[in-house]
T-cell receptor, first 115, second 112 residues
Framework: DVKVTQSSRYLVKRTGEKVFLECVQD?????MFWYRQDPGLGLRLIYF???????EKGDIPEGYSVSREKKERFSLILESASTNQTSMYLC??????????????FGPGTRLTVL | SQQGEEDPQALSIQEGENATMNCSYK?????LQWYRQNSGRGLVHLIL?????REKHSGRLRVTLDTSKKSSSLLITASRAADTASYFC????????????FGAGTRLFVKA
């Protein structure tokens, strides 16, 4: 079974702090994703990566950056946390069978609260 | 903007009843997927249906796809309390490279 793990289930940070969210997958997947989930808004894509050292902006990249130095690890960085970044953060990975399929495997999520 | 939108937003049924959730989308797709999310957890993939398929089954799940109406439905038969979760449809963009887009979800509550 694919396993995607996230470094923390719950995290509380203060405004202005630098925050690192770590995600590790153990299935040698090429693709990795970071989403945030807010009530009524569903999942919104922040950043994704198709390969090591490669990153592409998703729909809401502002205020975030990412790092992918190793294939199995994808980090989300909040350079200066703000209260509007309080949310559930979900990491996912995938290894498409072909260009048209992208079944994603999700981690358990990190609920981040910024005070 | 969201590609897929689920309907209803919330659904409450008795154990043993069938639950039907719908998803509408705006642009043409290669495939459509349904995911489940238990409270406070990550999403779990349930089923994928390709654009050239009209119906697909997996256990108690039945998914239909109508590309002419740009809609899909997920039917859970003989629901159980353990089916209580949020259900999301996810579509890809048929043009400009694939990128999965998730809807806002339907919250299903199955009463024992």
């Amino acid at each position: 079974d694919v396993k995607v793990t996230q470094s923390s289930r719950y995290l509380v940070k203060r405004t202005g702090e630098k925050v690192f969210l770590e995600c590790v997958q153990d299935m040698d997947h090429e693709n990795m994703f970071w989403y945030r989930q807010d009530p009524g808004l569903g999942l919104r894509l922040i950043y994704f990566s198709y390969d090591v050292k490669m990153k592409e902006k998703g729909d809401i990249p502002e205020g975030y950056s990412v790092s992918r130095e190793k294939k199995e690890r994808f980090s989300l960085i909040l350079e200066s946390a703000s209260t509007n970044q309080t949310s559930m953060y979900l990491c996912a990975s995938s290894s498409p069978e072909d260009y048209s399929t992208d079944t994603q495997y999700f981690g358990p999520g990190t609920r981040l609260t910024v005070l | 903007s969201q590609q897929g939108e689920e309907d209803p937003q919330a659904l409450s049924i008795q154990e043993g009843e069938n639950a039907t959730m719908n998803c509408s989308y705006k642009t043409s797709i290669n495939n459509l997927q349904w995911y489940r999310q238990n409270s406070g957890r990550g999403l779990v993939h349930l089923i994928l249906i390709r654009s050239n398929e009209r119906e697909k089954h997996s256990g108690r799940l039945r998914v239909t796809l109508d590309t002419s109406k740009k809609s899909s439905s997920l039917l859970i038969t003989a629901s159980r309390a353990a089916d209580t979760a949020s259900y999301f449809c996810a579509t890809d963009r048929n043009t400009g490279g694939f990128k999965t887009i998730f809807g806002a979800g339907t919250r299903l509550f199955v009463k024992a």
